[in-house]
């Protein structure tokens, strides 16, 4: 009888009744995904506000009415310094310097990716996450100070972005392996389609907060969001449970299983009892975490990690410049507000909720991640073109179009972070090791972290030549994502093509 040696959540520990046999596995189950929602959320919230304060922070930019259409020329041409903004952000460069800040933000949470993920399969994951959830709020809070110390001084703001950047990418690997851990293969799409709405949930959350407050001053902004993440941080180290072996939830899992790949939890949900009975040892969590080289050389794991490159690169470059883009892009012939420019922009994010939701669902039904990606890919190459072409008409429109790039963009981008990377961390050619989740989860993010990095720092320099770059710059960005998956996908056809059309229910294989 082998014991998991992670510490057991204070508040679980403490209160019987909320161990088994007092509440069930789908009782604790709702909680990790609630508390991993929340955890998430907020450090997304806390991303938010760099792109809401943008406008506020850089140089004022006359509006050119006609910059909506395909032929417009550079708004960014006409930038002047008028002494409005906060330096260093409010000169001619101030764009420029803006997504440098995001850059130090984003590379640093790259590398930290790469990092955090390794170190979270060989150590308790809740006090780990715990670590940079506290970390993160700390820093966010300390960037918006800049605003009450009258802070102008470039290198102090790029050196707490780097901070934060790497405190933060614990948090995904983190949240993705506890809930692998919980949840089998047979259901992810849909079920981490839901749960990953916490991303756009996050992003929503933090622009509407940043938007609110923004006219009491912009570090107001910053301190909010900071403190959410740090009281959500205390919830997590109090609730969260990491594995079900942590509280008692187990079962004896054979060969023949395993090979299924029918998990501990699989297995437990298909018993008429809930009652916990022993794992066995040699398929107990504590396998030895796999190496970082060798997770790299997973079938699968590098196609849709430089998939995600690009993808990420396209949904964070809206993330960090799309209340900017508003603010400076007329909609039907009216500038917004730094406010409204703020809060128009979560329906982007909006649509993206509902893109991730759908992504997961119809890989579920046809058992094939590598297709739907392509899918919603594909479609939001058009989607894209439409919104810069014709987002400016009216209000309506711009909604209407943003929603639909939202839920085009953000599909395949929810897809791989969620269901994708914890199929392959517990593919069969490991045995369906767990403890390679932490570490694949981090290769695939992290290798789409740099495209996000990459993303916003690219919007800021080619803006310098009009909007149109910008678009053009970001489709041609989907279109290698695309190309990247098409020999996934053609396996996926070839192995599903019999059952699709077959009234066989379609039973879930590994990718």
């Given at each position: 009888?082998?014991?998991?040696?992670?510490?057991?959540?204070?508040?679980?520990?403490?209160?019987?009744?909320?161990?088994?046999?007092?509440?069930?596995?789908?009782?604790?189950?709702?909680?990790?995904?609630?508390?991993?929602?929340?955890?998430?959320?907020?450090?997304?919230?806390?991303?938010?506000?760099?792109?809401?304060?943008?406008?506020?922070?850089?140089?004022?930019?006359?509006?050119?009415?006609?910059?909506?259409?395909?032929?417009?020329?550079?708004?960014?041409?006409?930038?002047?310094?008028?002494?409005?903004?906060?330096?260093?952000?409010?000169?001619?460069?101030?764009?420029?310097?803006?997504?440098?800040?995001?850059?130090?933000?984003?590379?640093?949470?790259?590398?930290?990716?790469?990092?955090?993920?390794?170190?979270?399969?060989?150590?308790?994951?809740?006090?780990?996450?715990?670590?940079?959830m506290m970390g993160s709020g700390v820093f966010t809070i300390l960037f918006g100070l800049g605003y009450w110390l009258d802070v102008h001084f470039f290198w102090f703001f790029v050196s707490v972005q780097i901070v934060c950047g790497l405190v933060q990418s614990i948090g995904w690997p983190c949240v993705v392996a506890i809930v692998g851990n919980w949840f089998g293969r047979a259901r992810r799409g849909l079920i981490m389609g839901i749960w990953n709405s916490h991303t756009s949930v996050g992003n929503i959350i933090g622009s509407i907060i940043a938007s609110k407050i923004l006219d009491h001053g912009w570090g107001w902004s910053f301190v909010v969001p900071g403190a959410l993440v740090i009281f959500i941080g205390v919830l997590v180290f109090l609730f969260l449970v990491v594995s079900p072996l942590d509280i008692g939830f187990a079962t004896s899992v054979s060969e023949t299983e395993l090979n299924a790949e029918v998990s501990p939890v699989e297995n437990?949900?298909?018993?008429?009892?809930?009652?916990?009975?022993?794992?066995?040892?040699?398929?107990?969590?504590?396998?030895?975490?796999?190496?970082?080289?060798?997770?790299?050389?997973?079938?699968?794991?590098?196609?849709?990690?430089?998939?995600?490159?690009?993808?990420?690169?396209?949904?964070?470059?809206?993330?960090?410049?799309?209340?900017?883009?508003?603010?400076?892009?007329?909609?039907?012939?009216?500038?917004?507000?730094?406010?409204?420019?703020?809060?128009?922009?979560?329906?982007?994010?909006?649509?993206?909720?509902?893109?991730?939701?759908?992504?997961?669902?119809?890989?579920?039904?046809?058992?094939?991640?590598?297709?739907?990606?392509?899918?919603?890919?594909?479609?939001?190459?058009?989607?894209?073109?439409?919104?810069?072409?014709?987002?400016?008409?009216?209000?309506?429109?711009?909604?209407?179009?943003?929603?639909?790039?939202?839920?085009?963009?953000?599909?395949?981008?929810?897809?791989?972070?969620?269901?994708?990377?914890?199929?392959?961390?517990?593919?069969?050619?490991?045995?369906?090791?767990?403890?390679?989740?932490?570490?694949?989860?981090?290769?695939?993010?992290?290798?789409?972290?740099?495209?996000?990095?990459?993303?916003?720092?690219?919007?800021?320099?080619?803006?310098?030549?009009?909007?149109?770059?910008?678009?053009?710059?970001?489709?041609?960005?989907?279109?290698?994502?695309?190309?990247?998956?098409?020999?996934?996908?053609?396996?996926?056809?070839?192995?599903?093509?019999?059952?699709?059309?077959?009234?066989?229910?379609?039973?879930?294989?590994?990718?």
């Amino acid at each position: 009888m082998m014991q998991s040696n992670r510490s057991v959540a204070p508040a679980i520990d403490l209160i019987p009744n909320l161990r088994p046999p007092h509440q069930s596995l789908k009782f604790h189950r709702i909680l990790v995904l609630v508390i991993t929602f929340l955890a998430y959320a907020s450090f997304h919230a806390s991303r938010k506000p760099p792109s809401i304060v943008k406008s506020v922070l850089g140089p004022t930019i006359p509006v050119n009415s006609s910059s909506i259409f395909l032929n417009s020329t550079s708004i960014e041409s006409d930038l002047t310094s008028n002494g409005t903004g906060w330096a260093p952000f409010n000169g001619p460069d101030g764009t420029l310097l803006l997504g440098k800040l995001d850059l130090s933000f984003l590379f640093a949470y790259a590398t930290g990716m790469y990092f955090a993920g390794h170190v979270g399969d060989r150590i308790d994951l809740r006090l780990f996450l715990v670590f940079g959830m506290m970390g993160s709020g700390v820093f966010t809070i300390l960037f918006g100070l800049g605003y009450w110390l009258d802070v102008h001084f470039f290198w102090f703001f790029v050196s707490v972005q780097i901070v934060c950047g790497l405190v933060q990418s614990i948090g995904w690997p983190c949240v993705v392996a506890i809930v692998g851990n919980w949840f089998g293969r047979a259901r992810r799409g849909l079920i981490m389609g839901i749960w990953n709405s916490h991303t756009s949930v996050g992003n929503i959350i933090g622009s509407i907060i940043a938007s609110k407050i923004l006219d009491h001053g912009w570090g107001w902004s910053f301190v909010v969001p900071g403190a959410l993440v740090i009281f959500i941080g205390v919830l997590v180290f109090l609730f969260l449970v990491v594995s079900p072996l942590d509280i008692g939830f187990a079962t004896s899992v054979s060969e023949t299983e395993l090979n299924a790949e029918v998990s501990p939890v699989e297995n437990l949900e298909n018993r008429d009892s809930e009652e916990a009975v022993l794992l066995d040892d040699n398929h107990s969590d504590s396998t030895a975490a796999i190496g970082f080289i060798e997770a790299w050389k997973l079938p699968g794991v590098a196609p849709f990690a430089l998939c995600l490159f690009f993808s990420k690169l396209v949904a964070y470059t809206f993330l960090y410049w799309l209340p900017f883009y508003i603010r400076h892009t007329a909609v039907a012939g009216v500038q917004l507000s730094h406010k409204t420019a703020g809060m128009l922009s979560t329906i982007f994010d909006i649509g993206g909720v509902c893109g991730g939701m759908l992504a997961g669902f119809i890989s579920d039904l046809i058992d094939a991640r590598a297709v739907t990606s392509i899918i919603f890919l594909v479609l939001s190459v058009p989607a894209l073109i439409l919104y810069r072409t014709f987002g400016g008409i009216s209000t309506v429109t711009n909604t209407c179009l943003m929603f639909l790039s939202g839920l085009l963009v953000n599909g395949p981008y929810s897809l791989i972070t969620t269901a994708v990377a914890a199929d392959l961390g517990t593919q069969s050619s490991i045995g369906g090791n767990s403890r390679a989740l932490a570490t694949v989860t981090a290769i695939i993010d992290g290798t789409g972290s740099i495209g996000a990095a990459l993303g916003p720092l690219m919007a800021g320099y080619f803006s310098s030549f009009g909007w149109n770059t910008v678009f053009f710059v970001l489709i041609l960005s989907i279109c290698f994502a695309s190309a990247l998956l098409i020999g996934l996908a053609k396996t996926e056809i070839a192995e599903n093509k019999g059952r699709w059309f077959s009234s066989t229910p379609t039973s879930s294989t590994a990718v």
